[in-house]
C-alpha cells in the first residue's frame, strides 16, 4: 500500500513563526504535491515537485516555499506565518509521467495560525 | 485555465438509496482526465473513480459510476444503494493529458450525508 504521512495532524502557531510541514512518502513516487483545502474553494495547488530539487509554483505559491532534497521528502514552509494562512494542508504524490495516475494524498495538517 | 465546479455544497440520502452529485468543468483542450475523490471525516482522501476523456464508455466501479458527457462538459458521480460509510465530502477533479505534472484542478466539493 501506498503510504503518504505528514509530519503533524493539527498545529498552532504564532503570527511571523517559521513553520515547517514535512511529507513523506515511500512508494518512489517521482510526483509531489502540497494543497491547501479551504471550505467552499476545495483544493488549491501550492507548489508541486516532478524530481529532487526541482519545484513548479501552482496557482497560490504566495507566503509559500518548498523543500526537495530528498526523492521520499517535500517539505512546505511558511517564512513568516500569517492569520490567513490558518487552513487544512493536503500532501500528495503519484508516478511520474502522462497517465491517468491517482494521487495519493496523506491524512492533512490543520494548521492555526493566532 | 481549467477550472472545475460542483454546484451541491452539500447533499443527503436516505441510505439504500441512489444520490447523483454533479460536476461541469470548463477545458478548451479534448485529451483529459477526470476523477473523483472521496475524503470521510477525519481520514484520508481516496480515489473513487477515474474517467479518460477518450473512453466513451462511463466508469464503473461497484456501486460508483459516472455520467460523462463530454460535450456537455459535464461529469457527475451516481452512487447506489447508500451506506452510512460513503457520508464524505466529495471532490471532482480534472487533470490535462497534456500535463506531465499531473497536476490536478479541484472543485469546491459536496458533503454527502447519509441518513439511515
Known amino acids: 500500500d501506498v503510504k503518504v504521512t505528514q509530519s503533524s495532524r493539527y498545529l498552532v502557531k504564532r503570527t511571523g513563526e517559521k513553520v515547517f510541514l514535512e511529507c513523506v512518502q515511500d512508494?518512489?513516487?517521482?510526483?509531489m504535491f502540497w494543497y491547501r483545502q479551504d471550505p467552499g474553494l476545495g483544493l488549491r495547488l501550492i507548489y508541486f515537485?516532478?524530481?529532487?530539487?526541482?519545484?513548479e509554483k501552482g496557482d497560490i505559491p504566495e507566503g509559500y516555499s518548498v523543500s526537495r532534497e530528498k526523492k521520499e521528502r517535500f517539505s512546505l514552509i511558511l517564512e513568516s506565518a500569517s492569520t490567513n494562512q490558518t487552513s487544512m494542508y493536503l500532501c500528495?504524490?503519484?508516478?511520474?509521467?502522462?497517465?491517468?495516475?491517482?494521487?495519493?494524498f496523506g491524512p492533512g495538517t490543520r494548521l492555526t495560525v493566532t | 485555465a481549467q477550472t472545475v465546479t460542483q454546484s451541491q455544497p452539500e447533499m443527503s440520502v436516505q441510505e439504500a438509496e441512489t444520490v447523483t452529485l454533479s460536476c461541469t468543468y470548463d477545458?478548451?483542450?479534448?485529451?483529459?482526465?477526470l476523477f473523483w475523490y472521496k475524503q470521510p471525516p477525519s481520514r484520508q482522501m481516496i480515489l473513487v473513480i477515474r474517467q479518460e476523456a477518450y473512453k466513451q464508455q462511463n466508469a464503473t466501479e461497484n456501486r460508483f459510476s459516472v455520467n460523462f458527457q463530454k460535450a456537455a462538459k459535464s461529469f457527475s458521480l451516481k452512487i447506489s444503494d447508500s451506506q452510512l460509510g460513503d457520508a464524505a465530502m466529495y471532490f471532482c477533479?480534472?487533470?490535462?493529458?497534456?500535463?506531465?505534472?499531473?497536476?490536478?484542478?479541484f472543485g469546491g466539493g459536496t458533503r454527502l450525508m447519509v441518513k439511515p
Open positions: 477545458t478548451s483542450e479534448s485529451d483529459y482526465y
Open positions: 477533479a480534472y487533470r490535462s493529458a497534456r500535463n506531465a505534472g499531473n497536476m490536478l484542478t
Open positions: 512508494m518512489d513516487h517521482e510526483n
Open positions: 515537485s516532478y524530481d529532487v530539487k526541482m519545484k
Open positions: 500528495a504524490s503519484t508516478l511520474g509521467g502522462g497517465n491517468s495516475y491517482e494521487q495519493y
